[in-house]
């Protein structure tokens, strides 16, 4: 398992990253942009991605485009597949056509990519995937995937609230939790799930719910809303991206209540992932998200760097993880410890 260079902290790199880009990043609408290289002899890059549906991708959209775009001696066909599995299948089908010389693949979700990727590899295109995974019998269906450890990211958020509930007194059945998941089935939304249910189970938390969001604002509201109307009880809000986190707060505020870390004085604790969101991370400064576990969207230049690899003959490893941090700003908890490795809680 490969690990990239130690990442700035995130919390501190995404505004920059967006600012210095602009808006280079296609409105969701929009199907397609080449990006023309100067180069005669560039290589045409297929890029997939899943969607727009929040800060994160639209993040990951734009280190894509900064790290294959103008001057880069790279073409780049960008597909937006507006959430849907079947618009990224055509586009895949799409650059097989125009015989490009990698695809690059974020899928929507793990299952249903067996039939496409053997067209790709009947083509002799080689297909990089990125962020989330694709669940294949054959793994030879992809050069190489380059993305998050989810179910880590999820194990770390729990540790934190156990380290967290234990140093306020709060007993671990007096935890009534739960979780606002991802789309189901997306391999961000399946390992933290698995991370939160392994660890309820284990110190025995009350995991009362688990309902998708979908990982927008919107449903995020929606979901918090219905399940305050189920549960008089929900003391912890474990939601699976920063968008979703806002959404929610915004339907605990809205129903009279209060969020923040006292969970032991009626206050509603929510915790959250990625780290991009601005007004995430000001709530995360302020209390109001008591925990972020960060999840890197800045593939761009990492996908860049293995098809260079790819280029010069070199075999890169299959998984290429990166490094992450958690954020907090509530005092009490200082390091955590997963599977033997400690990691320091990062405070703004
Ligand atoms: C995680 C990524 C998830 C983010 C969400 O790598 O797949 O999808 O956590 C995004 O914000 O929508």
């Excluded at 007194?169 to 007096?174: C, L, Q, S, V, Y």
């Excluded at 189901?184 to 698995?194: E, L, N």
Aim: charged share 25%.
């Amino acid at each position: 398992m490969k690990k990239f260079l130690k990442l700035i902290p995130l919390l501190l790199l995404i505004p920059t990253v967006l600012a210095g880009c602009g808006s280079s990043i296609p409105s969701e609408n929009s199907e397609e942009i080449m990006q023309d290289s100067k180069a005669d002899d560039a290589i045409t890059v297929g890029f997939s991605q899943l969607g727009a549906e929040s800060d994160w991708r639209s993040a990951n959209t734009d280190s894509m485009l900064k790290a294959f775009g103008e001057g880069s001696g790279y073409n780049l066909i960008y597909k937006n597949g507006q959430q849907k599995q079947a618009n990224q299948i055509t586009a895949i089908r799409m650059f097989i056509q125009q015989e490009v010389d990698y695809i690059v693949l974020a899928p929507s979700t793990e299952d249903g990519w067996e039939t496409v990727l053997s067209e790709a590899r009947e083509a002799d295109i080689p297909v990089i995937l990125v962020d989330r995974r694709v669940n294949t019998a054959d793994k030879n269906l992809y050069s190489c995937w380059v993305g998050s450890d989810f179910e880590l990211e999820g194990k770390k958020m729990a540790a934190w609230i156990k380290a967290y509930t234990e140093g306020v007194g709060i007993a671990p059945e007096d935890i009534h939790i739960v979780n606002i998941q991802g789309n189901i089935g997306s391999t961000a939304q399946i390992g933290r799930t698995r991370g939160l249910a392994n660890a309820a189970r284990d110190n025995g938390w009350d995991l009362m719910a688990e309902v998708s969001g979908d990982f927008t604002e919107n449903r995020g509201r929606e979901v918090m809303a219905a399940l305050l109307k189920r549960f008089d009880n929900i003391n912890v809000v474990y939601c699976e991206n920063d968008n979703m986190a806002i959404g929610a707060i915004d339907a605990i505020e809205s129903a009279g209540r209060k969020v923040g870390s006292d969970i032991g004085n009626g206050e509603i604790m929510v915790v959250s992932f990625d780290g991009v969101n601005e007004t995430a991370l000001e709530y995360a400064s302020q209390g109001k998200i008591s925990c972020i576990a960060e999840c890197n969207p800045l593939h761009g230049p990492r996908v860049r760097g293995l098809i260079e690899m790819l280029q010069r003959g070199e075999i890169p490893e299959k998984f290429n993880y990166v490094d992450e941090k958690l954020f907090s700003s509530v005092p009490g908890v200082d390091a955590i410890v997963v599977d033997g490795k400690t990691y320091k809680v990062e405070r703004k």
